[in-house]
Nanobody, 135 residues
Framework: QLHLVESGGGSVHPGGSLRLTCAASGLHYYAVGWFRQAPGKEREGVICISSSGGSRERIGSVAGRFTISRDDAGDDVILQMNNLKPEDTGVYYC??????????????????????????????WGQGTQVTVSS
């Protein structure tokens, strides 16, 4: 059982940056994704990194602005968010995926293709951290 803890949320002006961290002992075994839920909207998958760190998935609206990485040990996953926009506001959750490829490695599901169904590929979730972008 993983216990995921997010940190690094806060409030920034449009164009600002935030860095979120997801930490858990044993997280390096899993692919890890970040989801967000804006007020009045459904939760959506935003970005994901495979267990090896060799592949990533992200939705189009964050391309060129959000990057995801793992620390050397792999138990911390970092979401770097640049050029933030008001529509990025929401509660951000990290989650560990138990979706495997043919070799048995944990991989990221295609977030944009699956949409809401992507959540089913993630078995362990953090409590969330608030990100607010406003002027």
């Amino acid at each position: 059982q993983l216990h995921l803890v997010e940190s690094g949320g806060g409030s920034v002006h449009p164009g600002g940056s935030l860095r979120l961290t997801c930490a858990a002992s044993g997280l390096h075994y899993y692919a890890v994704g970040w989801f967000r839920q804006a007020p009045g909207k459904e939760r959506e998958g935003v970005i994901c990194i495979s267990s090896s760190g060799g592949s990533r998935e992200r939705i189009g609206s964050v391309a060129g602005r959000f990057t995801i990485s793992r620390d050397d040990a792999g138990d911390d996953v970092i979401l770097q968010m640049n050029n933030l926009k008001p529509e990025d506001t929401g509660v951000y959750y990290c989650a560990a995926s138990t979706s495997r490829d043919w070799s048995g490695a944990y991989v990221c599901p295609p977030l944009e293709l699956l949409g809401r169904a992507a959540e089913a590929e993630f078995s362990f979730w953090g409590q969330g951290t608030q990100v607010t972008v406003s002027s």
